[in-house]
Nanobody, 119 residues
């Protein structure tokens, strides 16, 4: 059973920075994308950033220019560098790894890490 473990969450002041990391407990093959999502209280989970196996990235408009996603494919880790944090970035952040093998897609999710931005 593969588990994704996030780390790096915590309390940070507005304007500050935080780096989140996500590591898989076992090697995962056939990775399509690795990404970060977040869910604020009372809101739906939303995409923050995603990176493909080829290195292409996509960001939510709300974080463009402030957040940077990166990955280490060999180690199955994905990180999210968050700069210029705002109160509205407060949420539980989840990492997700999407795979496709023999035509079957599968998503792995982490348990989430809380990021709280104080204004």
């Amino acid at each position: 059973q593969v588990q994704l473990v996030e780390s790096g969450g915590g309390l940070v002041q507005a304007g500050g920075s935080r780096r989140l990391s996500c590591a898989a407990s076992k090697l995962i093959f056939s990775i399509n994308t690795m990404g970060w999502y977040r869910q604020a209280p009372g809101k739906l989970r939303e995409l923050v950033a995603v990176i493909t196996s080829g290195g292409s990235t996509n960001y939510a408009d709300s974080v463009k220019g402030r957040f940077t996603i990166s990955r280490d494919g060999a180690k199955n880790t994905v990180s999210l560098q968050m700069n210029s944090l705002k109160a509205e970035d407060t949420a539980v952040y989840y990492c997700k790894i999407e795979t496709t093998a023999w035509g079957v897609s599968r998503d792995y999710w982490g348990q989430g890490t809380q990021v709280t931005v104080s204004s």
